[in-house]
């Protein structure tokens, strides 16, 4: 006798925890091929302001942990990953139409990334960072420090390890995210969600929202305790106008992270190839600090 | 206490000729002028020189020369021979400092101290930082990803305040040369003229016709400047709403910016500290520049337990501030710049008075003509007051209370700005935690308005992005594969 299998409902992920939309909709989540694989949370405006307060309580204690201690995280992340191989392969070769081997080695790469931002956590600022001779009697350094909350809009097409390449840089550095996921292909993002939950990221740091971005991209860039979004999402999302994110970004004067283009287009970056320090960089200030010396 | 009273020492003016009418500098060579209106002395309001309002077709002329410029010369030179350029305009405004320090403070206002001081010195000391820079930049450990040499954007468009003219003209001009770049500058509406005797330098200098431009006007030629297509990248800093306009104006292109706006900067004095040089420290953050500084310390947040000692202090300072004659070498305090600003400044401290603070100015006689205000303190001011969270630009102290370290910092970052902020205390471990809380660029502890080339400017939040001056300054010049970022340099 067969046995019927228990599915999972897909949710969002805010502050910790996995509610269903404030606004009580879902929609259908089909297969590269349009088979039906799930109704996902239909995130809303609500959610999203609710996920900015989410991050926004998060960012104190996340900000002021230890280099060594986000490092230690981010690699607990990457272990976690691993353990759900198999999960990630078979959602990842759904979604993106990908053969069992082809969505083996992006998830292979997705882990392997976040290893590689784990080691940055401690490194940066002293890359970032350095004294500075002036000309008079002081001592004076500049360092990065995290931006504040980051609004993501997180690839359309490569929905783990475009996912993961945008989130890790941003949580590296001490910052919290309120990522919009792929809008068609959004249960790795929640999957990621659940790795993140138990991989003693606190609660808030990276909080997930599915939805149609067109319909919640607009909230996050015009919200005015986001500091900064990464529009890389716009490219393939439906009914999005990138350039109007960016004039509601101005409201605040947000950190603005543009999407890949090409030809004026914006496009999906590479997600195989370097990374190289540009979202780490882009998600930091300079602070600098004097102090004179003397007997 | 009796007032040390100091014989008239005026700087003599004689050492500047000033032209009767100026047009733009464009392509190596200056324009007739036309369509003038002039620049006064605020200190006098007598009428200086007539200057020239650039209509689009000047700035289409000046972008297209800087264009030729780049592809034709500049981008292509090598970066040893691009600094040697810088060091001879570092040498010649060492040369011509006088000439630049009495022009500054006739068209500025400011006491020809500071300029003498503080605004030259560190314009050529710009100009030598960056000079060495042009042949570097590869050391400077700006590429994305290890392998990729920064390259510049192009044609940079510059829009500059009044508050310091040529010092903010070498923080925008010498980062931008030496990394390969092309500029057209437009000063201030109201201070067009050390602007305008740079140009000369640069023809002394015999830097290649079209690498600098020059364009004055108002408001509308730098919006001008900055919707034009031809220009790469757009440096302004000026205030908080122009930086939000500008923002949206290139929302969606491929033009960067950096953007170095308004500021609320907290000056945190502790009971431990040392009352007497944190009372300099206060002055120097407020009234350096008749407080015109976006950077300026307008918040003074004492400790409860010492906030009458530390008021009283202050205020006998202030009764030996000597306010007048900007030319005068003994003037501590200069002119308003504009009677837009001193309008400004007025309103808002009336209704810093209507709101509730107590207001208070030593006695000062000051000039009949021009625009002056006095050194002015505001007590009982509390955080919601528009004093407390507006920029006035000017020569006013708002001072607030707080009892611990956290409060402190609670009320230091409540605003929308995050320029710079100071902390006055004798314990390092109480310096390091506040720095390390303070949301702000720039953090002077047990000192204020510091400014040097190699020391990263720039703010958090509100106050803009990017950062002006050392290594970090040259990022928002150079673009590199990987570089999607509006304001490229954090």
New interface residues.
Partial sequence: MSRLDVRKTYKLYIGGAFPRSESGRSYEVVSASGEFLANASMGSRKDVRDAVVAARGAFGKWS?ATAYNRGQVLYRVAEVLEGRRAQFVEEVAAGEGLSARAAGATVDAAIDRVVWYAGWTDKIAQ??G?L?????P?F?V?A?EP?GVVGVLAPQASSLLGLVSVVAPVIATGNTAVVVSSADRPLPAVTFGEVLATSDVPGGVVNIVTARTAEVATWLAAHRDV?AIDLTGVAGAEGV???????E?????K???????RD?VPVEPDWDA?P???RL??F?????????KGL | MPKFEYAPAPESRAVVTIEEAYGHFVDGAFTAPAETFPTLNPADETVLAQVSQAGSEDVDRAVAAARRAFEGVWGRMSGAERGKYLFRIARILQERAREFAVLETLDNGKPIKETRDVDVPIAAAHFFYHAGWADKLEYAGLSASGADVPRPHGVVGQVIPWNFPLLMLAWKIAPALATGNTVVLKPAETTPLTALLFAEVCQQAGLPAGVVNIVTGDGRTGQALVEHPGVDKIAFTGSTEVGKSIARSIAGTSKKATLELGGKAANIVFDDAPIDQAVEGIVGGIFFNQGQVCCAGSRLLVQENVHDEVVSRLKRRLGTLRVGDPMDKNSDLGAINSKAQLERITSLVEAGVAEGAERWSPECSLPAKGYWFPPTVLTGVSQTHRVATEEIFGPVLSVLTFRTPQEAVAKANNTAYGLSAGVWTEKGSRILWMADHLRAGVVWANTFNRFDPTSPFGGYKESGYGREGGRHGLEAYVTTSASTLTGAAR
């Avoid at chain 1, 106008?241 to 004039?247: G, M, Q, R, S, V």
């Avoid at chain 1, 950190?255 to 283009?261: A, G």
């Avoid at chain 1, 930091?284 to 004179?292: F, G, I």
Wanted: glycine share 10%; proline share 8%.
């Fill in positions: 002021a890359v970032l350095n500075n001779p002036v000309a008079g002081f004076n500049s990065p931006t500091n106008d990138w350039a109007a994110l960016e004039a970004a101005a409201g605040n004067l950190r603005v992270h543009r999407p890949t283009l004026g370097d190289g320090l540009g960089r882009a930091v200030e300079t602070k600098t600090v004097w102090h004179p």
